[in-house]
């Protein structure tokens, strides 16, 4: 739920063991006006091979950029079970 307008961003990542990062989705939307929308993710390539796994921890990188407003960001990681 977008608190005012403006645009959401949003992209998975995970760590590979020896450390780099590969993406596994991302999804963008544009809140016209406050409220709720739906959110699609699209998943690279790569994301849907290592989604195949049975458990399987993401980096989530969250934005939210309000109309003539600073963006706001948050990370989280989440573990995929399958």
Same mark, same amino acid.
């Given at each position: 739920?977008?608190?005012?307008?403006?645009?959401?961003?949003i992209a998975?990542?995970?760590?590979?063991?020896?450390?780099?990062?590969?993406?596994?989705?991302? +999804? +963008?939307?544009?809140?016209r006006h /406050?409220? /709720?929308? @739906?959110?699609?993710?699209?998943?690279?390539? @790569?994301?849907?091979?290592?989604?195949?796994?049975?458990?399987? #921890?993401? #980096?989530? @990188?969250?934005s939210f /950029? @309000?109309?003539?407003?600073?963006?706001?960001?948050? #990370?989280?990681?989440?573990?995929?079970?399958?």
């Open positions: 739920m977008a608190p005012a307008p403006g645009r959401l961003v998975l990542y995970h760590r590979e063991r020896h450390g780099k990062n590969v993406l596994v989705g991302r +999804a +963008a939307v544009t809140f /406050a409220g /709720a929308a @739906r959110v699609k993710l699209v998943l690279t390539r @790569r994301g849907r091979r290592l989604l195949r796994a049975k458990r399987l #921890t993401v #980096t989530a @990188r969250a /950029a @309000r109309v003539g407003q600073r963006t706001t960001s948050a #990370t989280s990681q989440l573990t995929l079970k399958r």
